[in-house]
């Protein structure tokens, strides 16, 4: 009897997730190759490391880095409880990234789904400030001055940049009052947010009848086994990557914080690095406000199309859209590493015009210099090329998103001592 009902109460809850039944093309591997389900895997491995954390670690500058390494040393599975929230933590960023590219490029963010998709960067937004928020935590050199250097560039956003960043830190630097913050975010602002983000991401998902397939129709299936047994294939797959990364790699820990003693290099979160590397090559208030603003309008402004070449649940919208989303990839890779080169041999603008206001001759003229070529590509693609309004919006999807991408790789893997370029 308690069987039968416990079966019962299963079933419910899986019905509560999924439909009874579901087009048999919706739920191929690569169709979504299960982002969305294995974000929410993370987020509940995430949470359940986490709560167990909080019973060792000590939000105090004074203990809480002898707490991690007293949880490390000293507990029993402690270390790999670490390792296995760190490497969560980060695989979760890119799996919600990844998932959002998909979304975009199978063409899933227009009509109904805009909502979704509105919802999506709300929650990638969530999931870069929980990671942002926890770095922090271990109170080592590697955390502190890389908080330091995230939130000197917060502090450039115009009017509210300088009274928003000495209130994330608490005061003027980076101390008890910033940890406190961040431990507060962390551990109970931030789950709340994503939890009823979740809900309503996964609600609207219901509401749109699932996962979009354009205008190829399968036949329905029944959800047990056809999709939960996938489900429960890729679930057990990401736990085996996190054990193998959590046996074999330890989460970094550096030196106890000094604020004294700068890192050479000092260098932010990977995920933030596009960010800092920018800082190298246009002004900072372009960095922290000007282009984050345009490109996050962007991405807005795009999915309130409703244009009739619009193919939803295509991938690439069509045939030439993948070519030509192919040949952006391209052009913004070769771009960005040319811009990038150049401003390290010879390239400036501040020297070139001293008489000139920084604003202009680090912030516009650097901008300029991307735009002109990328916006007369566009422009070249608009009017030589087969693609539609929607087709175009992904060229330039993917020239801003390899823009970053190339930013990023290189500030992690070609910087040295001193942010010097090296090969």
Excluded: C
């Amino acid at each position: 009897m308690s069987n039968t009902g416990s079966n019962s109460a299963i079933k419910k809850f899986l019905l509560h997730l999924h439909p009874k039944k579901v087009d048999e093309n919706a739920i191929r591997y690569t169709r979504t190759f299960g982002l969305g389900g294995i974000a929410a895997l993370l987020f509940v491995i995430l949470a359940t490391t986490g709560m167990m954390l909080r019973f060792v670690y000590v939000p105090v500058i004074d203990m809480a880095y002898n707490s991690i390494l007293s949880l490390q040393e000293y507990y029993i599975f402690g270390r790999l409880l670490r390792n296995l929230h760190y490497w969560s933590a980060n695989l979760m960023v890119a799996v919600v990234f990844l998932h959002l590219i998909r979304v975009l490029y199978s063409q899933s963010i227009f009509f109904e789904r805009r909502k979704n998709w509105l919802y999506g960067l709300v929650l990638f937004t969530l999931v870069l400030s929980f990671n942002f928020t926890g770095y922090l935590l271990p109170w080592d050199q590697l955390s502190y001055w890389a908080v330091t250097i995230m939130t000197e560039i917060l502090s450039y956003i115009p009017l509210i940049g300088p009274p928003l960043s000495i209130a994330l830190k608490g005061g003027e630097q980076v101390g008890q009052n910033t940890l406190t913050n961040f431990y507060a975010f962390h551990t109970g602002l931030l789950p709340l947010l994503m939890i009823v983000f979740m809900a309503l991401h996964f609600w609207l998902v219901r509401k749109a009848k699932g996962v979009t397939t354009g205008k190829e129709r399968g036949e329905y299936v029944d959800v047990n086994p056809n999709l939960i047994r996938k489900e429960v294939i890729a679930a057990l797959a990401v736990f085996a990557l996190l054990l193998f990364l959590s046996i074999f790699f330890d989460a970094p820990l550096k030196d106890m914080a000094n604020p004294l003693v700068s890192p050479n290099p000092s260098k932010a979160p990977w995920y933030f690095m596009g960010l800092q590397e920018f800082l190298m090559h246009i002004h900072p208030s372009f960095v922290a406000f000007v282009i984050p603003a345009f490109v996050i309008g962007f991405f807005i402004y795009i999915s309130y199309q409703k244009d009739p070449g619009i193919n939803a649940g295509v991938w690439f919208n069509s045939a030439e859209g993948k070519r030509q989303v192919i040949n952006g990839a391209v052009f913004s890779f070769i771009l960005s590493a040319v811009l990038i080169i150049a401003t390290e041999h010879g390239l400036d603008f501040r020297s070139w015009f001293p008489s000139l206001p920084l604003i202009v001759s680090t912030g516009f003229f650097p901008l300029l210099l991307y735009m002109i070529p990328a916006g007369g590509y566009v422009w070249y693609i608009r009017k030589n090329k087969k693609v539609n309004t929607p087709e175009l919006y992904l060229v330039i999807s993917t020239i801003i998103i390899v823009a970053y991408l190339v930013m990023m790789l290189t500030g992690l893997w070609l910087r040295g001592e001193s942010m010097k370029l090296i090969f």
